[in-house]
């Protein structure tokens, strides 16, 4: 299978590639090396696929690049490149997101229209629902995203049901929610989480603690991406990791594995859903969608990655491993 990421040099879009050159697909990684954040991280991300066979990456805006010629020979597209980030999608910032969210999709919806791949998958969000009238929540729901990042990510979802339904070209729109695991964002809190516990700094708490996630192990993700992309079904699905849990809930867990976390408590900031939960009996009728990795391996693969890369690179001293190793079945 030839397959193009976009979005590859990211956290989801990286391990995505390395899953795809597991599972003996050609791979043509794109990514334009935003600076939402340091991108020597994303250096390091690609630097795990650079040389493997069948991996071939090119830097570039999607809102720049010959899509059409950079796409003709994939079988599947995935989308995942974006301007992520809830907090900072508020205003003049929104421009950006408007531009890599809603107008890269576009752009590339328009180059797949004559020709069309097997498959586009989109990296859709749970950000879409905002707050939800139904929990565990279904895609019938109507979406109301409390944030200008919702919004533009429904944006995007919305034209790949548009491309879908008056061009047929077959997308499918996979709604993530909250992924981690290994190489998270930095931005995004359990890898901060982590780095507090790690350093003595202060973590800022939002809210009471007790809003929840379906927190998603991103290998979780890049099975179901490539199980959607294989199938023959199109359209929006949630794609959860089955288990709500509470802040709290995590903090206990990084204060098992790391060591005690210094808490500094901030008012819950506008953008937050207080819950996020998904139903995923669409998934797991379409594409046989299980997620297979809970919160508790799942944190643990993801402290043990950091301790390892930081000896790995000897960034820090005094860094234990988490007591469990890696997840099973992951
Ligand atoms: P990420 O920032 O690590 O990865 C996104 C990548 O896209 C970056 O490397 C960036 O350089 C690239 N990019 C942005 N605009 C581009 C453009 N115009 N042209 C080419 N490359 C561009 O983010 P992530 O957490 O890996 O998220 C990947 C996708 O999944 C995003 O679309 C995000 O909205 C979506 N998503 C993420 C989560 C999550 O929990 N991380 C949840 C739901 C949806």
């Known amino acids: 299978m030839r397959t193009a990421v976009t979005g590859a040099a990211g956290f989801i879009g990286s391990h995505l590639c390395g899953h795809l050159l597991d599972s003996g697909d050609e791979v043509l990684g794109i990514d334009a090396m935003t600076e939402y954040y340091d991108p020597r991280l ?45 907090r900072t999608s508020w205003g003049p910032q929104f ?14 919806l328009e180059a797949a229209r ?21 929990y565990p929540t279904p895609e019938t729901v109507r979406p ?29 729109s996979l709604r993530l929610f909250s992924v981690y695991g290994p190489r998270q964002r930095p931005d995004m809190a359990f890898a901060r989480l982590i780095e507090a516990a790690r350093t003595g700094a202060a973590f800022p708490l939002y809210g009471d603690g007790r809003q929840t996630r379906d927190f998603t192990f991103v290998q979780d993700v890049t099975t179901a991406m490539r199980q959607a992309a294989l199938s023959s079904w199109t359209g929006v699905a949630n794609v959860g990791g089955g288990e709500q ?12 594995f790391v060591g005690p976390v210094r808490i500094a408590s901030l008012p819950a900031p506008p953008g937050d859903a207080r819950h996020t939960g998904a139903d995923t009996t669409v998934a797991r009728d379409a594409f046989g969608y299980r997620p297979r990795t809970g919160i508790r391996a799942g944190l643990a693969a993801m402290v043990e990655d950091a301790v390892a890369e930081d000896a790995l690179l000897g960034t820090r001293t005094g860094a234990t491993a988490p007591p469990s190793a890696a997840p099973a079945g992951t």
């Open 144 to 172: 109301q995203p409390v944030s200008p990042y919702g919004v533009s990510k429904l944006a995007g979802e919305h034209l790949c049901e548009l491309y879908r339904t008056a061009f047929a070209v077959p997308t499918a």
């Open 95 to 108: 421009d950006v997101y408007l531009r890599r969210n809603v107008l890269a999709t576009q752009r590339l």
């Open 42 to 86: 994303k250096e390091r991300n690609l630097a795990r696929l650079r040389g493997r066979a069948g991996f071939t990456f090119v830097r570039g805006d999607l809102l720049a690049l010959p899509l059409e010629l950079l796409l003709a020979s994939a079988d599947v597209v995935y989308h995942l490149a974006g301007e992520p980030g809830v």
């Open 245 to 256: 849990v509470s802040m709290r809930q995590v903090l206990a867990l990084v204060g098992e």
């Open 114 to 134: 004559s020709s069309p791949p097997h498959k586009i998958v989109y990296a859709s969000s749970s950000s879409v629902y905002g707050n939800a009238e139904h």
